[in-house]
């Protein structure tokens, strides 16, 4: 924790992990932004970023030299970097998937996203890209359950969505995201107006210990209600770079959504 939030506030009671972390992360996603802006909100936030996703296919209608410029600034940061889990469903339709991992390698990522958001892949084919990923080096494998198409995805039953995150879990995954997509509007865990449907997220983690879990999280009402569930330490993606810091805060109990839960005098 930033010593001098705690000197100030005494914030003992605030459990934050620190870098490297393998509970409290924060996954931002990165649209196609230049080498400024990278390096702005490093300067501002690295310490708060535990992984950049570079979203959808973005990276590959940009330079090459821009992409590798830009992850060795995240590395530089301690930060983990992956390409978004819409090429990889891309590559597999083409049937290029030999020729994607390669390519990721190649560029620089060091952690990967296997979704079937887009793609209709079996348990056991998931599993093998799983195993595949890790025998090819990425430092983390960061699965995703969910459809990205509103109406398949409101046919998955949590049943179903439990089964397989357990699955890409036990085949050697290190997270499973939820899906919600960038609007975190009526898909997954949130409803058409963005708030949290609470029965599917408590019958989730009945089964499945939280800190496995990344929880998309694009929109403030989402991030309090998560972290005033499970704590400043639960795993939260799809934030956007401008919200890291805002999104700390949160955490921490620096402001009035949060604030009582976390400083409030036992």
């Given at each position: 924790m930033n010593k001098q939030v705690n000197q100030i506030f005494k914030l003992s009671d605030v459990d934050r992990t620190e870098k490297p972390r393998k509970e409290g992360i924060t996954v931002i996603i990165d649209t196609g932004q230049g080498i400024h802006a990278t390096q702005d909100i490093l300067e501002a936030a690295a310490n708060y970023i535990d992984y950049c996703k570079l979203g959808w296919a973005t990276w590959l209608i940009q330079s090459k030299s821009l992409i590798?410029?830009?992850?060795?600034?995240?590395?530089?940061?301690?930060?983990?970097?992956?390409?978004?889990?819409?090429?990889?469903?891309?590559?597999?339709?083409?049937?290029?998937?030999?020729?994607?991992?390669?390519?990721?390698?190649?560029?620089?990522?060091?952690?990967?996203?296997?979704?079937?958001g887009i793609v209709d892949i079996s348990a056991q084919e998931k599993s093998k890209l799983i195993k595949?990923?890790?025998?090819?080096?990425?430092?983390?494998?960061?699965?995703?359950?969910?459809?990205?198409?509103?109406?398949?995805?409101?046919?998955?039953?949590i049943t179903d969505r439990i089964k397989q995150i357990q699955s890409d879990l036990e085949a050697g995954a290190d997270y499973v995201t939820i899906e919600a997509r960038e609007s975190g509007l009526g898909l997954g865990p949130y409803d058409e107006e963005g708030k949290v449907k609470e029965q599917f997220v408590e019958t989730i983690v009945k089964q499945v210990t939280p800190s496995r879990i990344i929880w998309e999280a694009p929109l403030k009402l989402q991030q309090v209600w998560l972290i005033m569930r499970f704590g400043p330490n639960t795993n939260l993606g799809n934030i956007r770079p401008i919200e890291v810091i805002p999104l700390e805060t949160l955490r921490l109990g620096l402001r009035g959504d949060t604030m009582t839960k976390f400083l409030a005098k036992k």
């Open positions: 590798k410029k830009k992850l060795k600034l995240y590395q530089d940061q301690n930060i983990q970097t992956l390409s978004g889990g819409s090429a990889l469903e891309a590559a597999i339709l083409t049937g290029k998937l030999e020729e994607f991992l390669e390519t990721l390698k190649t560029v620089g990522f060091t952690a990967i996203e296997i979704s079937t595949g990923a890790k025998e090819l080096g990425f430092k983390t494998v960061i699965t995703e359950v969910g459809r990205k198409n509103k109406k398949e995805d409101a046919q998955l039953k």
